[in-house]
């Protein structure tokens, strides 16, 4: 079966670097784009990175461009996203997400806390 598996969150001061990693299992992993999404406390969960099957095309939220770099590793199944210049209003659960046919398939998440 399909899974995902966050890691690498965790608390970080304002302007510090944090690196998440999702491993994947259970689907052809390199025959998919991958994305990141993260949830803040009272708000919807959104958007904040995607890749390609083979990592030649990326996107990000406008709020992370610049700052976030997201990658991807196609023999090991792993899909990484490098934060950087973190901010307080980064604070969230990170999820990593691959949509198989119309059906999203996502991980448990990964608390980043951005706190002096």
């Known amino acids: 079966q399909v899974q995902l598996v966050e890691s690498g969150g965790g608390l970080v001061q304002p302007g510090g670097s944090l690196r998440l990693s999702c491993a994947a299992s259970g689907f052809t992993f390199s025959s998919y784009a991958m994305s990141w999404y993260r949830q803040a406390p009272g708000k919807e969960r959104e958007l904040v990175a995607s890749i390609t099957r083979s990592g030649g095309i990326t996107n990000y939220a406008d709020s992370v461009k610049g700052r976030f770099t997201i990658s991807r590793d196609n023999a090991k199944n792993t899909v990484a996203l490098q934060m950087n210049s973190l901010k307080p209003e980064d604070t969230a659960v990170y999820y990593c997400?691959?949509?198989?046919?119309?059906?999203?398939?996502w991980g448990q998440g990964t608390q980043v806390t951005v706190s002096s």
């Open positions: 997400k691959v949509q198989i046919y119309s059906r999203p398939y």
